[in-house]
């Protein structure tokens, strides 16, 4: 098994994000999984595995989180553990093949169960799905054969638990504000709604109580949203921190609204810290688009096509840093669009 170092689709990293935050995949597990399911479970021994069971042939399907967990009532002797891996289906449309793309990722699980344990251990895979339809396949592998009776018993038979979210209501997601804030950003990712919804997601944020904590959590938020959806921009994102922050808490609220400026400057510096591995030049590029997107929102990221054909590593810098201060987009054409630029 290959981990995945970094995972290239954004909703793949604002999922792991949100199910990271202390208390989320706990609450998630106990409220989301059928009761007779998360009865069995210990979640006061719930471990996230650095292991991941994504190789690079599943990576364009799913990404996941995978826990170890205790069962209750086993002998004080020999706690007996599972696997309960939640795979995150970050397409926008059901597949029909998702319970193949499961099979062999379970397969995967039991082969780093058997070299990393001596043993295997059970697999529960937990779906959570985030599209704008509703998921309308079976959730069992057998499904996807039409079989006599017969033969049945010779082909693999299992069933994933799922976690659709546009079936459940926005209060129904809010079990508690760390997991209530990922899931509602999932849930309307995908739609013309979110920059309705967004003062609602950011209001729950506000009452997070571990700050430093929260504001890591509202940049992957910011990040995720704006790079991830079409119909919000950075000015939607300012407005909607400002309704929030009438009825939160001000002094949260005024950090947000610092972060969101430095989140220009930082936009840049991730760009060229993945300048490392992908050349200076994409780095740059990379971080200039986020920066754009923030500040000017479509108006900025127009600009690519032009600023993308840059060459000049000194001037890409320059248009980097001549973000922060230029008051429109037309002002930084200008600053690359000068003679010999």
């Known amino acids: 098994m290959t981990p995945v170092a970094e995972l290239a689709n954004p909703h793949d990293k604002f999922f792991k994000e949100a199910l990271t935050q202390p208390e989320a995949a706990r609450v998630f597990l106990r409220d989301f999984l059928p009761p007779a399911v998360a009865e069995e479970l210990d979640l006061a021994h719930l471990d996230l595995l650095k292991d991941s069971f994504i190789d690079d042939s599943l990576q364009e399907h799913f990404a996941d989180l995978v826990f170890e967990v205790t069962l209750r009532e086993q002998s004080p002797l020999r706690k007996e553990t599972l696997f309960v891996c ?62 006599p009776d017969a033969l049945r018993p010779y082909v693999p038979e299992f069933r994933y638990l799922l976690t659709d979210l546009s079936v459940y209501s926005d209060e129904e997601l809010k079990r508690t504000a760390q997991l209530g804030v990922g899931l509602l950003t999932l849930k ?122 840059i060459e000049d590593i000194p001037l890409l810098q320059t248009v980097g840093d001549g973000i922060e201060l230029a008051d429109t987009p037309e002002d930084l054409r200008r600053l690359y669009q000068q003679p010999n630029g």
């Open 86 to 147: 939640v795979i995150f289906e970050h397409k926008s449309y059901v597949d029909p093949l998702t319970a193949l793309q499961l099979l062999r990722y379970m397969t995967q699980a039991w082969d780093y169960s058997l070299r990393q344990r001596g043993r295997l251990l059970p697999v529960l895979p937990v779906v959570i799905y985030h599209g704008v339809n509703r998921w309308s396949v079976a959730a069992n592998f057998q499904a996807l054969f039409s079989l």
């Open 188 to 309: 309307y990712i995908f739609r013309p709604s979110l920059r309705a919804r967004l003062p609602e997601v950011l209001a729950l944020w506000y009452t997070i109580q571990e700050q430093e904590r929260a504001l890591g959590y509202l940049e992957a938020i910011i990040r995720y949203v704006t790079s991830a959806s079409q119909y919000v921009s950075a000015e939607d994102v300012r407005a909607a921190i400002e309704t929030a922050a009438s009825e939160g808490d001000p002094l949260m609220g005024t950090i947000a609204q610092e972060w969101l400026q430095q989140g220009l400057q930082q936009g840049l510096q991730q760009g060229l810290r993945e300048g490392e591995e992908r050349g200076l030049r994409q780095g740059l590029l990379s971080g200039i688009r986020l920066a754009l997107k923030l500040k000017f929102g479509l108006a900025g990221a127009a600009l690519m096509p032009e600023i993308s054909r």
